[in-house]
């Protein structure tokens, strides 16, 4: 697929404010660091086509207006994925600019956590 100029700029932008984290370095964060929480910030029919099994939904549509709810503690660690880490570096900046102080964007999104092996639910 290819994106639109506009977008890019403002995915540069974001990923310039945000951290990203490589599919090992999340699989080892959910392991080893408790409530740390993945959120799939996909479109809900994309997250019925296929999720990670310990992501929750927060589609980038409803992400700022229901992150409060879901994560209160704007401490917690949360890494953001997407499909292929787009929308998840956009998310990633909008919660940054909630309060939230941990938050990742997963480089590649589903797609390389699918190439990497990540068992998903289908």
Same mark, same amino acid.
């Given at each position: %697929? !290819?994106?639109?100029? $506009?977008?890019?700029?403002?995915? =540069? =932008?974001a990923r310039s404010q945000a951290?990203?984290? #490589?599919?090992?370095?999340?699989? /080892?964060?959910?392991?080893?660091?408790? $409530? #740390?929480?993945?959120?799939?910030?996909?479109? =809900? *029919?994309?997250?019925?086509?296929?999720?990670?099994?310990?992501?929750? @939904?927060? &589609?980038?549509?409803?992400?700022?207006?229901?992150?409060?709810?879901?994560?209160?503690?704007?401490? #917690?660690?949360?890494?953001?994925?997407? $499909? &292929? $880490?787009?929308? @998840?570096?956009?998310?990633a900046e909008s919660l940054q600019? %909630?309060?939230? !102080?941990?938050?990742? *964007?997963?480089? &590649?999104?589903?797609?390389? %956590?699918? /190439?990497?092996?990540? *068992? %998903?639910?289908?």
């Amino acid at each position: %697929m !290819t994106h639109a100029p $506009g977008f890019l700029k403002l995915v =540069e =932008e974001a990923r310039s404010q945000a951290r990203e984290v #490589t599919v090992a370095a999340a699989r /080892e964060r959910l392991a080893q660091q408790k $409530g #740390t929480v993945l959120v799939d910030v996909r479109e =809900e *029919s994309e997250w019925a086509a296929g999720h990670a099994p310990e992501a929750i @939904s927060l &589609g980038r549509g409803i992400l700022e207006r229901d992150v409060e709810g879901r994560i209160p503690d704007k401490d #917690t660690e949360v890494i953001l994925y997407c $499909g &292929g $880490g787009f929308r @998840s570096a956009l998310a990633a900046e909008s919660l940054q600019k %909630m309060g939230y !102080t941990r938050v990742l *964007s997963l480089a &590649g999104g589903f797609r390389a %956590m699918n /190439e990497a092996g990540w *068992s %998903m639910v289908r």
